[in-house]
């Protein structure tokens, strides 16, 4: 048994289908909260102000300028807006962006925050931040934006395009994969990451035939819960060293990158991860996990190969020094720069991972 060090993280859990409709009053009491800054983006807001209805009175403004990865002028303007409204908690109904909005709000000002998840994105259960300044992301860890409360509804997520539901879901799947052997890496993050792949891949088989079906949907949000908190004290391995890389230098959709970059890294450590490898198998109820992940994304529609989403082969050599440089030194295979070109040129072209490297 290796030893380990697990720094669990708290807050408030409220899951269920009707959740958001029923239970967001009773929850903003218990935080107390009597002024609150709603954050939602425009495509978010009609749900959002249904949601608010019950405490209308409640809402001293809305906040609905949210950009992707947060640019740190729209934190500026946030941060403004709590001040003006002597906001004394924030609600985010949203997907990331909107709840690293909120967060980036909570980082400055201490207000407590209510996430409302409307994607798979994970970010409401994890105390990491994201910014962006002239197209540089810059992340940190402060448990001040880790939400209170999350109140998880499924019904919030039938509305989600199936494109975002694919690629959301599949980067919930990298949160819990990598959690094998991220930094922090622990016996209770696998526990946690094992039982949320299972989820995620039961929601993502049946999802398609019914966008609507609340089985589904409560499968991936579930799942996507489980995926957060296993990424959020187990950190990140190599792919999402990758993809953070890549979507920052080439400004690739977040969650397309993950679900198309994954099953290269896997087929990477695969070989030197053993645990990882049976556990991954045991919930993805298939012997060869490689190609078992990768059936499941060309099923679901995506992109055979970052040159699909608009990067160039040339590309690559750009990025290979800063992806080496932040990558686990620890990585189950030790990532070397020809290690990084063969991951990234497969993953580009869209070959056979378990293939000859490109
Ligand atoms: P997103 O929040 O950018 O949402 C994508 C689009 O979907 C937006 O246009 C949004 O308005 C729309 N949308 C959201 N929910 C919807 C719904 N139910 N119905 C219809 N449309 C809906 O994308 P995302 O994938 O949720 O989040 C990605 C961001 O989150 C990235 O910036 C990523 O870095 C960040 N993130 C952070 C962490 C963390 O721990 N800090 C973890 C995961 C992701």
């Known amino acids: 048994m290796n030893p380990f060090t697990y720094d669990s993280l708290p ?8 959740a958001a409709r029923s239970e967001l009053l009773g929850e903003l009491d218990l935080l107390g909260a009597q002024r609150v800054l709603l954050i939602a983006t425009d495509s978010e807001r009609r749900i959002a ?54 967060k980036a709000v909570a980082l400055t000002s201490g207000l ?21 300044e002239q197209g540089r ?29 694919v690629a959301s879901g599949l980067n919930a799947v990298a949160h819990c994969v990598e959690a094998f052997w991220a930094p922090r890496r622990s016996p209770v993050a696998s526990a946690i990451a094992e039982d949320g792949i299972r989820h995620l891949v039961s929601g993502l088989t049946t999802i398609t035939a019914d966008p609507a079906d609340p089985g589904s949907r409560g499968e991936l949000l579930l799942g996507a819960y489980l995926a957060g908190s296993a990424f959020a004290v ?33 087929a990477y450590n695969a070989p030197n991860a053993g645990d990882a490898t049976d556990r991954i ?48 030194a620890d990585n189950p295979t030790p990532a070397t720069e020809e290690g990084l070109r063969a991951i990234l040129h497969s993953a580009w072209a869209g070959a056979d991972p378990a293939g000859p490297a490109i």
Not at 114 to 130: C, F, H, K, N, R
Not at 137 to 154: C, M, Q
Request: hydrophobic residues 40%.
């Open 281 to 328: 198998s045991r919930a993805l109820g298939r012997t060869d996990i490689v190609e078992g992940l990768r059936e499941l994304g060309a099923r679901l529609g995506v992109p055979a190969g970052l040159r699909e989403l608009g990067m160039t082969e040339s590309d690559i050599d750009t990025v290979i020094e800063d992806i080496a440089a932040i990558a686990p």
């Open 234 to 266: 187990a950190g990140s391995g190599l792919h999402h060293k990758i993809c953070h890389v890549l979507g920052g230098a080439f400004d690739l959709p977040h969650a397309q990158t993950h679900a198309i970059v994954l099953p290269y890294v896997l």
């Open 49 to 102: 102000t249904q949601l608010c209805a019950p405490f209308a009175d409640r809402v001293a403004a809305t906040f609905s300028g949210v950009r992707p990865h947060v640019p740190v002028e729209v934190a500026e303007l946030a941060r403004k807006a709590a001040t003006a409204a002597e906001a004394d908690v924030v609600l985010s109904v949203g997907g990331g962006s909107t709840t690293g909005t909120a």
């Open 11 to 18: 807050g408030r859990v409220v899951f269920g289908a009707g």
């Open 112 to 132: 407590p925050v209510l996430a409302v998840p409307t994607t798979y994105a994970g970010s409401e259960v994890t105390p990491v931040w994201g910014m962006t």
């Open 137 to 165: 992301k810059t992340t940190g860890t402060d448990r001040r934006v880790l939400p209170k409360t999350v109140v998880y509804d499924p019904e919030l997520t039938t509305s989600l395009p199936m494109e975002l539901t």
